[in-house]
């Protein structure tokens, strides 16, 4: 059974021209880690909201476990789990009360439950006494899991969880859900951060309130259509200036050390044309390699082909 | 019991157990976040106090002086009058008419008495005497009442005198203040300060603590959950009903030992009659709530839509009869004016439920229609 089915979701907020969602259609499978990778104001938030039945959609049909999100909202909200972009929970109450409140208005408590929060609550479970709003931003975002899973949902509903959160914690964070997976809880979640799309089973690149693409991060590195370079010189802000003026480039990024391009055609010889190209340019050590297309270039090579 | 029963019996127990827990967490709110609770029980006590002592328009302790030419019987006797009540103290006594000019500019003083050489004499034979009284009429309502205030200190012995004497009276002036013979402040001031408090207690809290939920997201996670999204804003309703009650009881206390306000009517009345307006005002809180998205709106509706015109159109600032038909009309609508001639009847006329049913009715009926309109508007989604 898919756990979450979207058909050709429509929203245009009040008084706004451009939609924030069009025509968004896609399906998670069960016991699935799927995430929704985005710039912020993609319409991920939106999708979460209409699928958490927090709003309604202009048109198209939405459904979570076979029950709909207009209709059967009720029931919608008895099984799954959501854990908002923004910290959502009582700053004002320690970890303990947060932890306990969720438990009863989700009709369980946390003895119940204890096994599947235990491996993230033990993290926390020193400070079990402070209150929320004195916790740091890691800790902050495991208690406001361990509430989003108190009540052992079917489906989990996680918008930006890693957003704001330090490196060490955001890889600890995508362990916790790869435990949960294994667990037979389906994940939706999402994120702005390209290299976080590789722990996901499958993803679903959006961009302006469309599905660009939808796949296994590794078919869609697959489908880059061009082959890709990294360039290097000791030049790197003029280097990228000159690169974009050479005649064959097709694409040219910045990506952190590197410059990823592409050329228009591919022949054996626009290598060294443009090493003499970018010598002339006054560029000293020169690197052109050969590099496997990652979830970024995909997203900016579809972004730039809409 | 059938299988049915019982699973419908555990569902009710499930339900109550939430909503326990949602009021606890409600209670907690409360008592950790410091200006609520300055707010919820600072605000009262100020308000008693500065209405009390403050902004009273009973004037107390005036200070005096005494210029006594006499110094017989007849002049100690008044000056002791001036000085038993409570209204004036005496500062000093001259001995020289020119001392009284240069007493006034040194100090707040407000009046002087001059009793003239012979007064008893004069008052023994002449069968009539004087007395000088100068005020500060800088500012001429106080000048006016302490006058006042003074002449009838001065009849009062006047009367004595001729009652001792077994003559015929010749002045009887009968003033009666009913229910506040000693134009006290407090029976005024506070039914409409018990009004005010609840209102803006009720009011502001409730719709704030709701809006604070949409504010911080949390409002987010509670609608998807399976509890009741009414239930929540009810739950939050608990709270501030007790913690009212308690004020009020506070009020109560402090206005009648310290203020020495009357109480001639029945305790529990007042209570149900202000657990009906606490109820009234906690349903206006929920309406703002519906309608508003952040805390700062919340709170400028409900000081602006509630708390001036409770100061202005309740009628224990300003009297409503002298206001034009139109004000007259609006303030019908203001829950607040009916509340307050509910208190006011059983605090100082210790009146009945027969007298103030009417006004009861209209609370009620604002209620329920109040409640109606926030249950219809309110939203089970994000708005």
Known sequence: ??????????????????????????????????????PDGAGKTSLFRILTTLILPDSGCAKVCGKDVVNDYKEIRKIVGYMPGKFSLYQDLSVEENLNFFATVFNTSLKKNYDLIKDIYIQIEPFKKRRAGQLSGGMKQKLALCCALIHKPKVLFLDEPTTGVDAVSRKEFWGMLKALKEQGISILVSTPYMDEADLCDRIALIQNGKIMSIDTPHSITLNYPDPLYAVQSDQMGKLLHDLRNFREIKSCNAFGDYHHISFVSERKETGNELKDYLLKKDHSNIKLNAVAPGIEDCFIQLMDSE | MSLHEVQKEKQIKSKMKQFLSFIKKEFLHVFRDSKTMLMLFGLPIAQITLFGFALTNEIKNSRIVVLDQAKDIASQEIVQKFEAGRQ??????????NQIEEAFRSGNLKLAILIPANFYEDLQHL???????????????????????ASNILMDYQLELMQNAKLPMSIDTDIRMLYNPELKGA?????????????????????VSIVREKERGTMEILLVSPFHPFLVILSKAVPYFILSLFNLGVIILMSVFLLDMPFNGPVWLLFAESGLFILTCLSVGLLISNSTKSQAAAMLISLMGMLIPTLLLAGFMFPLENMPWPLQLISNVVPAKWFYIIVKSIMVKGLGFAAIWKETLILFVMTILLLLISYKKFNIRLS
């Open chain 1, 1 to 38: 059974m898919k756990d979450v089915v979207l058909s050709n979701i429509h929203k245009t907020y009040k008084g706004r021209d451009i939609p924030a969602l069009n025509d968004v259609s896609f399906e998670t499978g069960e016991g699935e880690l799927f995430g929704l990778i985005g």
């Open chain 2, 127 to 149: 069968h009539e005497a004087q007395i000088q009284i100068i005020s500060d009429a800088s500012d001429p309502n106080t000048a006016n009442t302490l006058t006042t205030y």
């Open chain 2, 187 to 207: 029976t005024n001031f506070v039914p409409g300060v018990i009004a005010l408090v609840l209102m803006l207690v009720c009011v502001l809290m409730t719709s």
């Open chain 2, 88 to 97: 004036f103290t005496l500062d000093r006594t001259l001995n020289n008419p």
